[in-house]
């Protein structure tokens, strides 16, 4: 059970061993930067979910795996910033993230699930939250797909690989969290 909840609290995404995409000028195409953009808006909404445990979940697994999303998102964010930046390209993401479908993008939670997470509380919440960040990592393996086929530059694409791999291995432990 330990090594259980220890993958789960680092398969958050985690951070990347890919070495820093803005050294040395690095080659990178649109996809790259769209794939960047959109893990931004992705780990945002992370974010916003997980900041809504503390108040209203009572579970401790529940609380300890908000505690690591809200740490690994807030680390990838400031990377990829950082990426999107040194490549002087925008960190917003281009119109609605639906409209970019082709890219995997296609949002996992809405403005009406957002609300019913908001108002839930206990039992109730832990349920949402959980089924709700089941289908947000699903999404970012979607996306990590797309930039491990149509990406340019290794280090995006290493972080893309480690986002699969950790996501994936999150999944599974989301379904344990759910039916226990």
């Known amino acids: 059970m330990l090594f259980a909840f220890a993958l789960l609290l680092t398969a958050c995404g985690g951070t990347s061993k890919a070495s820093d995409p803005s050294e040395a000028k690095p080659k990178h195409n649109a996809d790259d930067v ?24 009572r579970r401790a697994e529940v609380q300890k795996l908000a505690t690591a999303v809200e740490k690994d998102s807030s680390g990838e964010v400031k990377q990829m910033t950082s990426w999107l930046t040194s490549w002087s390209k925008p960190t917003a993401l281009q119109g609605p993230a639906n409209s970019h479908a082709a890219h995997g993008g296609l949002p996992a939670i809405g403005p009406a699930e957002m609300k019913a997470l908001k108002q839930a509380e206990g039992r109730g919440f832990d349920i949402t939250f959980l089924n709700l960040l089941l289908g947000h990592q ?13 990406g340019a530059n290794p280090a995006a694409k290493t972080y ?21």
């Open 160 to 180: 893309a690989k480690g986002v699969m791999e950790s996501t994936s291995k999150m999944i599974g432990q989301l379904l344990g969290l759910l039916n226990s």
């Open 138 to 150: 699903h999404n970012a393996v979607e996306m990590s797909k797309v930039e491990m086929s149509k």
């Open 34 to 57: 769209m794939y960047l953009q959109m893990m931004i808006v992705h780990r945002q909404q992370a974010l916003d979910m997980a900041r809504l445990v503390p108040d209203r979940s």
